[in-house]
């Protein structure tokens, strides 16, 4: 199973603080016992390491950043072109131009699934971890 994990888990994951922590690690543990492949794209590391450094954690997210050993998958000039066509297809959402790109990405590559907590995705018509029976 391929799994984009979005910024929104990431944060989930690593902030203590955050409402989902214990959920994204639950979540987590049960796609690593299934052998899930994990994979961010290169917008997704922008966009967390700023999410979390906003959150007033900027340490967290400079080790977060150095130490991720995730697999990255790059955005690419098609995913981009993808991505403005699908802000514009839904002009009515408010998308962000990395979820946009994610959409794009998850079906260029054909993942299984994204590990979520932004509501854009269900939006979308993607599947995420609420798919799951945990």
């Known amino acids: 199973m391929r799994v984009l994990v979005d910024s929104s888990a990431i944060a989930a994951l690593i902030l203590r603080n955050d409402q989902r922590h214990t959920e994204a690690i639950k979540t987590l543990r049960y796609l690593t016992e299934k052998g899930a492949v994990l994979i961010l794209s290169n917008f997704i590391v922008a966009e967390t390491y700023n999410l979390i450094a906003a959150r007033a954690y900027p340490a967290k997210a400079r080790e977060w950043l150095l130490t991720n050993n995730w697999p990255v998958e790059r955005v690419s000039a098609h995913d981009e072109r993808e991505a403005r066509r699908i802000l514009e297809k839904y002009a009515d959402k408010d998308f962000s131009y990395t ?11 054909s993942f299984d699934l994204a590990f979520t907590y932004d509501r854009h995705f269900i939006q979308y018509g993607l599947p995420t971890q609420e798919n799951l029976k945990i």
């Open 99 to 109: 979820d946009a790109t994610s959409f794009a990405l998850m079906a260029r590559f």
